[in-house]
Structure formats: structure tokens, C-alpha cells
């Protein structure tokens, strides 16, 4: 039987789209709506599912917030 490891979130590389929303406060909806950007550089796509780079949205969220 496999065990479950449990990361805290900010010790991960990549997060679900729930994690990366309870993460940075930003709703699932909103974040889907960025990772469809063709040019979105902190979505990870494995097969059907849509992981967010934790780095690079941290860096991303960094970028807006100095707008």
C-alpha cells in the first residue's frame, strides 16, 4: 500500500490549481483563465492536467504587484 507524503505547499515545485488558488488568494477561475494564455509561463501541462510552476507564479505575482 502506497503511503501519502504530506509537502507543505510552499516546499513544492508544482501545485494543483486548488493549492496555487488557496496559495496566492486568487479564485480557481482566474487562474484558469491565465494558464489558456498561450504565453503563460508558469503552467506545467501533463497530459490533461494543468499544474502551476510555484517559482515562476511567485515571480509572476511579484511582476503584477509592482504594476
Excluded at 14 to 39: C, H, K
Excluded at 41 to 49: E, S
Aim: charged share 30%; net charge positive.
Amino acid at each position: 500500500m502506497a503511503r501519502k507524503i504530506d509537502i507543505p505547499t510552499w516546499e513544492k515545485i508544482n501545485l494543483t490549481l486548488d493549492e496555487a488558488a488557496a496559495y496566492s488568494n486568487i479564485g480557481v477561475n482566474r487562474l484558469s483563465s491565465l494558464i489558456r494564455d498561450p504565453n503563460c509561463r508558469f503552467v506545467l501541462h501533463v497530459g490533461t492536467k494543468n499544474l502551476i510552476k510555484r517559482r515562476e507564479f511567485e515571480q509572476y505575482l511579484r511582476t503584477i504587484s509592482d504594476l
